[in-house]
């Protein structure tokens, strides 16, 4: 296998940590680098796309170290978004400063996209890790997969639900000020147990977990629906039985075997044929 295993993760991301830890332990393969939003802030880049639509990417990172596209073998994106240094929105040259971080995020996202078939993970127009899937599309796949979901629903502003019920959370879309109110829409989500000990992690055409053997055809079809083979189901009691509550599509990584199989998919990834333009 040639190419590097790349993890994009922020600081303290103890998952991508794990992983990293045993692509290294596995050896026999090309370098293993993480890098964070700041460490991609601070590269220098040079990002050319064709006549033809097709991308090159050229990245000088701070420790001197370059990438290319012929160099990278596999990523493992979880990346939050980039940083913006603290007060660079306010002064006169705010709009300025707000304009460059957001063609810095496209860029992002421009190389990620070129980079595919060997990208774990979904990849949002910022660059970030999720994608376009709100936590409640992730969960109306997953029952037109077939897996059994937790009641949920939404609403076009927080003002129109009111206080969160018993046993329910509300999730804002949109980062915006002003409180539970605010003119954002918002999905309603069952509560989240304080600690998951049923999950399903989805790797590849692997499925891990406890379930796998009565859920893994209808996981399979849920990866088809939401365009990744990588994401976490998260169960939970209820009178009729366990049913899915979350659908992660950056998962924690904080089991062995989840962490094991996911360093697996990465290896995998970057054994395949060449897709670098040469």
């Known amino acids: 296998m040639s190419g590097t295993l790349l993890l994009l993760a922020a600081p303290g991301d103890g998952g991508a940590a794990a992983v ?25 880049w040079s990002h050319r796309v064709n006549g033809g639509g097709e991308a090159s990417t050229r990245i000088t990172l701070p420790t001197g170290r370059v990438l290319d596209d012929r160099t990278v073998g596999a990523v493992l994106h979880r990346l939050p978004g980039l940083p913006l240094a603290a007060g660079a929105d306010r002064g006169p040259r705010a709009k300025d400063v707000l304009y460059a971080h957001s063609e810095r995020q496209a860029l992002v996202a421009s190389w990620l996209l070129s980079l595919a078939p060997r990208v774990i993970g979904l990849i949002s127009a910022y660059g970030t890790a999720h994608g376009t899937v709100s936590r409640t599309t992730a969960l109306v796949h997953a029952e037109q997969c077939g897996l059994p979901v937790a009641r949920r629903g939404g609403a076009t502003r927080g003002g129109l639900v009111g206080r969160p019920a018993p046993g329910e ?20 989500l069952p509560e989240a147990p304080a600690a998951y000990h049923d999950t399903l992690l989805v790797a590849g055409d692997r499925v891990i977990g406890p379930r796998a053997d009565d859920y893994g055809e209808r996981c399979r079809r849920l990866a088809d ?54």
């Open 20 to 44: 990293a830890r045993a692509l290294s332990a596995r050896g026999g393969h090309g370098a293993v680098l993480t890098l964070t939003p700041a460490d991609l802030a601070r590269a220098r």
């Open 169 to 188: 959370r509300h999730v804002r879309r949109l980062a915006w000020p002003g409180g539970p109110g605010s003119p954002v829409p918002v999905d309603v």
């Open 225 to 278: 629906a939401l365009g990744t083979r990588h994401f976490e189901l998260r169960f939970a009691p209820r009178d009729t039985g366990a049913v899915v509550t979350d659908v992660d599509l950056c998962p924690r990584l904080d089991d062995p075997p989840h962490v094991e199989a996911t360093a697996s998919l990465m290896v995998a990834l970057a054994e395949q044929p060449t897709r670098r333009p040469e």
